[in-house]
């Protein structure tokens, strides 16, 4: 009796462990409770990022290909993380120029300034001398800098990683019900396969 249930329980290992073999990881997690979008119409992503960050540097080439080739029914979001005052200063730079409209004059730079350059870029001065030399007039960089503006994006930065909880970068947040980084897909690659699969599944679902 005791080796038929030993032999019927390792019958039961080997035919759990070929079923965990045989399937294929998600590369993603399902956030509960799911999170509202800012236009129930799209598609949405969210990127979370900081330009200090060598894995969002290596991931931005990849990503911004794949940002170009994205349909009409999904909204792409850059979206800072706020962990420490540093990236909280980093964040700061891509909100003013998220508002200033020159996300594209200064954001590939700014990752280079950071990741290649060693450059300090956390002071006012040391920033708008930065904007200056992308071509946004002086004044009205520190205008936006120190907007109400600005100031209202950074307080809600803080609080937004932590509503999709977000512990590291590069995550991208999708459609407000999942979530995927380097860890749960396995590579940047893998992340944006795994973003594309959730699009057609939220797309048909609509």
């Not at 170009?68 to 540093?86: G, T, Y």
């Amino acid at each position: 009796m005791l080796k038929k249930i030993t032999q019927f329980s390792l019958l039961i290992f080997l035919f759990s462990f070929s079923v965990l073999l045989k399937a294929e990881p998600a590369g993603y997690e399902t956030l509960s409770p799911a999170q509202p979008t800012h236009n129930p119409d799209k598609i949405e992503i969210i990127e979370f990022f900081w330009y200090g960050c060598p894995h969002c540097y290596s991931f931005e080439p990849l990503l911004e290909k794949w940002v170009k080739a994205l349909p009409k029914n999904v909204e792409f979001i850059r979206q800072p993380a706020v962990f420490s005052e540093l990236w909280g200063k980093h964040a700061k730079a891509y909100f003013t120029a998220e508002a200033l409209g020159a996300v594209d004059k200064i954001h590939a730079d700014f990752f280079d300034a950071i990741q290649n350059k060693k450059q300090n870029l956390e002071t006012e001065d040391q920033l708008a001398k930065f904007f200056v030399e992308h071509g946004v007039n002086e004044t009205e960089f520190r205008s936006t800098f120190n907007s109400f503006l600005v100031d209202s994006k950074m307080r809600q930065a803080t609080a937004t990683a932590g509503r999709y909880g977000i512990t590291g970068v590069p995550a991208i947040i999708i459609n407000g019900k999942f979530k995927t980084n380097g860890p749960l897909a396995g590579s940047h690659e893998k992340m944006l396969e795994v973003i594309d699969q959730l699009i057609k599944q939220e797309s048909k679902a609509k």
